[in-house]
Nanobody
Framework: QVQLVESGGGLVQAGGSLRLSCAAS????????MGWYRQVPGNQRELVAA???????NYVDTVKGRFTISRDNAKNTVYLQMNSLKPEDTSVYYC?????????WGQGTQVTVSS
């Protein structure tokens, strides 16, 4: 059973930092692309960052230079380091992977950035 469990969200002032973690289980973590999405109610879910099994990363333009995605295959965990946070980063952040054509999501963690 695939499970993705996020943690690390919270309330932070603009300019601050947070690190999100996603603990994965139920699949071979090391060979899968992992990603972080975010969604504000009423909006579509947006890909924030992704990392391949080989460590190649990509980011949405709005977070480039501020966010860093990384993975620890020994711990089956993917991280999202978020620096210089802005109020517009406020959202629910979801961990994501895709296995044999199916999308899997975590339960989400709320990030709120106050101005």
């Amino acid at each position: 059973q695939v499970q993705l469990v996020e943690s690390g969200g919270g309330l932070v002032q603009a300019g601050g930092s947070l690190r999100l973690s996603c603990a994965a289980s139920g699949f071979i973590f090391s060979i899968n692309v992992m990603g972080w999405y975010r969604q504000v109610p009423g909006n579509q879910r947006e890909l924030v960052a992704a990392i391949t099994s080989g460590g190649t990363t990509n980011y949405v333009d709005t977070v480039k230079g501020r966010f860093t995605i990384s993975r620890d295959n020994a711990k089956n965990t993917v991280y999202l380091q978020m620096n210089s946070l802005k109020p517009e980063d406020t959202s629910v952040y979801y961990c994501y992977t895709r296995i044999r054509g199916y999308n899997y999501w975590g339960q989400g963690t709320q990030v709120t950035v106050s101005s």
